[in-house]
Structures are given as structure tokens and as C-alpha cells.
């Protein structure tokens, strides 16, 4: 397991000792393959179980690991074609801050001390802030400096959950520990009041991570001002692991006998988050931020289906999934136009598959998958949280639920189309950055991959999304 850890550390190290602007991609490649081998390797022979470690790998945790993994490798084979594009940039700092990020992310999807978890979730903030700066403007540094200072303030508040839970575990009959293990064996031991305190706080402190309305005002700015790359990293692996967080929390409260008020607050987040979203998505002219409020929207999904709880909160799991690879997809994709048209404004972009045969459908495509239209495999996770509601009596959450759907639907619809079809402008300055191999075929294999989900899901794939949606203790 320290494996996971270790080797990107280790080849971030290396990146930033290396002169060669060039090599330092490939070290970015080699880290991801090592990675995807250690994860293939704990999925077919996890190690023994140790109720006394502070790491282990439980369902949760490899769900998790199993889709950052692949989203970082298809990450970092795009990274060797936009790289070798952007040779006007020094990337010893990005290739490195990747690594760093790849290797905090394992260590919050395998914590299981509460304590380390926070460690390596202000550690992802840490790596990620320089990266939004890649492109060395104006507004790349205020985005920059607002994902620091915002996310700074929730990790801070998380802390301080951290410390209530502490104290909700030191009464009589509680551990003196923030081991998972410890937490849940006490149950009813946990005083009451201080994890509702607790809970308050880290909600507040990791939703503002998962980017849940109203903590979200990082995230436009972030996801619009950031390579594409790592808007698909930052949407689907940091945004992954502080689900995984609440998740743990809120298994703590289950077992303390707090799951329903934990599980409400959810519900509430999530609703908020999905109708903001709809009313940012209607006419928005920046289609990088029209992503981020698509993000804010699936977040809330993931909200609803866990705060509804029973079979919602498996569609979650597997929404989870599926949200991360059609994420990944999309903000690839939309990298690739940004660079092509030079401009992030839905006005100035027309005919982006003429001008791009490959990343211009793979955006349409990706936008149909993304707003749950079949085959594609989000609209079986979000008919299964859409199922749940329905079956647990929650008609009100169903209801909005669905009206937002369509909204987000028929907002980012209307901008999708008019980028994809017809002519390009005539003023289109000549194209230097245009569909290659190493850009346009990472995109495409992450659609792919979700259009085959929609279709197939491995059944070892789908007993692990279910037993982690059971809050399945360590493999």
C-alpha cells in the first residue's frame, strides 16, 4: 500500500531534479503506470486486513483508487501531446505538483485514522494550487489564490470537526482514537451532541472540497482557469476522495445512531447544489466554467443519493464512478477546443467538428453522457438514485431532482450544439492545435469506457460498488 504513495513521490522528486523540459512528461507517464500496476495488484490480492492500521484498503477506498488510477494514466498519456504543445511553459512544477496530488489522493483514499485523512486532504490542496497557474495570467492566478484561500477555510473547518470528534469519542465507553475501526465498534458510546457538532463542521469543511453548494465559489474560477487535464483530475479524483471522506463520517454517525440527521443535511446540500447549478448552467457563455457548474450539479447527485440512503446511495457509488470517467472525458475534450479556437467564450466557438473530427464529437458525446441520455452509463446511475428516491417515499427530493435534469439539460444543450455544429467562424485564426493521437485519443477511450459501463458492468466491478456502498469494512 505505501507503494501508492511512494512512487509518485518518489518520480516527483525526480521531475523537479531533472533539466529536461521533455523528459519530464514521460516521468509523469512512468508514475502512472507504476500506479495503475500497484492498484491492479491490490484489487486481485488486497493485503490482510489490520484493525490497528492507519492505512488499509476497504471497497470504498479501492472504488476510488480503481477510478483515480485511470484517470491519471489517460491523464498523463494526454499529457505527453499538450506538453510537447506547450513548450512555452516551464512544466517542472506541473509534473511534479501532479505526482504530489496522485500520491495525497491515494493516502486519503487508504486513511483510515481520521486525523491522517485530513493530512493528506490539505495535502491535495496544497499540490493543486500552483498547478491552476499554469498558464501564468492574470486570471489563472486569482483562480489559484481563490481555490487556496477558500479551500484553506474549509480544510480548516474540517480540522476543527476533526477535533469535536475527538472529543465525541472520549467519553465514557468511547475510544481515545480517530481509527475508523475504533469509531464505528463504539457506536452509541460517542457522545451525541458533539457529533452533531462534529458533523456540521465536516460537512461544511469537506463539502467545500467536493465543491457542494454553497461552498462551491472556488470552482468556476478553478475549473475555468485550469489546463484541461487537470480540471478532469480535479473533477474526478479530488472531488472523489472528499466524498470518500464525508462518507467515512457519515458511517461514524450510523453507527452513533446520528445517520438521519447526517443523511438530511445531505439531502439538503444536495438539492441547493443541484438547483444552483441549474441557474448558472442556463446561458452561461464560459463552457470551462459551465463544467465546474456541472460539477457542482453532479456533486449534489452524489449528496441526494447518500443523504436518501438504501438503493440511492448504491446509484450514488456508482455515479461516482461514472461521473469521474465522463468528467475526465469532458474537460479533455474541451482543453483541446480552447486550444483550437483560442477562446473559452461558447460565442466565438462554431463548428468545432470540422475543426476538430475527433474532439469536437467526443464533446457532444461526452455532454449527452454527462446529462444522462442512454446508453452512456451515468443515465443508469442517476435512473438508479432517481429509483431510490422513489422507493423510499422521498417524491419532493425526486421531483426537483428531475426538474433540474432537465434544466441543466436544455442549458448546457443549447451551448453544446451551437459549439459543435455548423461552420467556424471565418475569422478563425489558422488552427495550430488540432486532434493528434496522444490528444484527442485519450478523450475518446474515456468515452468509450463509459459507453461500454452502460452496457456491461463487470460483475466484480459492480459486487465492489455495491459492497462500498454497504460501508464495507477493509478487504
Same mark, same amino acid.
Given at each position: ?26 516521468v509523469l507517464l512512468l508514475g502512472a503506470l507504476g500506479h495503475t500496476g500497484v492498484v ?194 480535479? &473533477? %474526478?479524483? /479530488?472531488?472523489?476522495? $472528499? *466524498? =470518500? +471522506?464525508? #462518507? ?9 445512531? @446520528? ?76 482543453g483541446n477546443i480552447h486550444r483550437a479556437f483560442g477562446s473559452k467564450d461558447a460565442a ?10 475527433? &474532439? %469536437?464529437? /467526443?464533446?457532444?458525446? $461526452? *455532454? =449527452? +453522457?454527462? #446529462? ?9 446511475? @442517476? ?71 452502460g452496457l456491461w458492468v463487470p460483475a466484480p466491478l459492480r459486487v465492489l460498488v455495491e ?9
Open positions: 500500500m505505501l507503494l501508492l504513495v511512494a512512487i509518485p513521490l518518489l518520480l516527483a522528486a525526480v521531475a523537479f531534479a531533472i533539466p529536461s523540459a521533455p523528459l519530464r512528461p514521460r491492479a495488484w491490490l484489487a486481485v490480492a488486497p493485503p490482510a486486513p489490520s484493525p490497528a492500521g492507519w492505512l488499509a484498503i476497504d471497497a470504498a477506498g479501492l472504488v476510488v483508487l480503481l477510478l483515480v488510477s485511470a484517470l491519471f494514466l489517460v491523464c498523463a498519456v494526454y499529457a505527453q501531446g499538450y506538453l510537447a504543445r506547450r513548450q512555452d511553459r516551464d512544466n517542472r512544477a506541473f509534473v511534479g505538483g501532479l505526482l504530489v496530488l496522485l500520491a495525497s489522493i491515494s493516502a486519503v483514499a487508504m486513511a483510515q485514522h481520521l486525523g491522517l485523512l485530513w493530512v493528506a486532504i490539505e495535502l491535495t490542496t496544497l499540490a493543486t494550487a500552483p498547478l491552476i497557474y499554469f498558464n501564468r495570467n492574470e486570471r489563472a492566478l486569482e483562480a489559484a489564490w481563490k481555490y487556496l484561500v477558500v479551500c484553506s477555510v474549509g480544510i480548516a473547518l474540517a480540522l476543527f470537526g476533526t477535533f469535536l470528534l475527538a472529543l465525541a469519542s472520549s467519553g465514557p465507553g468511547g475510544p481515545r482514537s480517530l481509527l475508523l475501526s475504533d469509531l464505528l465498534a463504539a457506536g452509541p458510546g460517542l457522545s451525541r451532541p458533539w457529533l452533531r457538532f462534529a458533523w456540521v463542521f465536516l460537512l461544511a469543511g469537506y463539502g467545500t472540497k467536493l465543491g457542494l453548494a454553497p461552498f462551491h465559489a472556488w470552482k468556476p474560477d478553478a475549473y475555468g482557469e485550469a489546463p484541461g487535464l487537470l480540471g478532469a483530475l480535479l &473533477s %474526478g479524483g /479530488v472531488t472523489s476522495v $472528499a *466524498f =470518500l +471522506a464525508l #462518507t467515512r463520517v457519515l458511517q461514524v454517525c450510523v453507527a452513533a445512531g @446520528e445517520g438521519e440527521f447526517a443523511r438530511r443535511s445531505l439531502l439538503a446540500l444536495g438539492l441547493l447544489s443541484i438547483g444552483l447549478a441549474a441557474v448558472f448552467l442556463v446561458r452561461q457563455r464560459d463552457f470551462k466554467r459551465m463544467l465546474a457548474y456541472s460539477s457542482v450539479e453532479h456533486m449534489g447527485i452524489l449528496a441526494l443519493g447518500v443523504g436518501i440512503g438504501g438503493a440511492a446511495a448504491t446509484g450514488a457509488w456508482f455515479h461516482l464512478l461514472y461521473n469521474g470517467l465522463t468528467k475526465g472525458a469532458l474537460f479533455l475534450a474541451a466565438r466557438v462554431r463548428g468545432a467538428a470540422r475543426v476538430l473530427p475527433v &474532439s %469536437g464529437p /467526443v464533446f457532444l458525446a $461526452a *455532454f =449527452l +453522457a454527462i #446529462t444522462g441520455s442512454p446508453p452512456f452509463a451515468p443515465f443508469f446511475s @442517476e435512473f438508479a438514485i432517481l429509483a431510490g428516491a422513489v422507493e423510499a417515499g422521498a417524491w419532493g427530493a425526486a421531483a426537483v431532482y428531475l426538474l433540474g435534469l432537465a434544466l441543466i439539460f436544455v442549458g448546457m444543450g443549447a451551448v453544446v450544439l451551437r459549439m459543435v455544429q455548423g461552420a467556424p467562424p471565418e475569422d478563425l485564426a489558422p488552427v495550430t492545435f488540432g486532434d493528434s493521437l496522444l490528444t484527442a485519443g485519450p478523450p475518446l477511450a474515456l468515452l468509450l469506457l463509459v459507453l461500454m459501463l459492497t462500498a456502498a454497504l460501508g464495507g469494512g477493509p478487504r
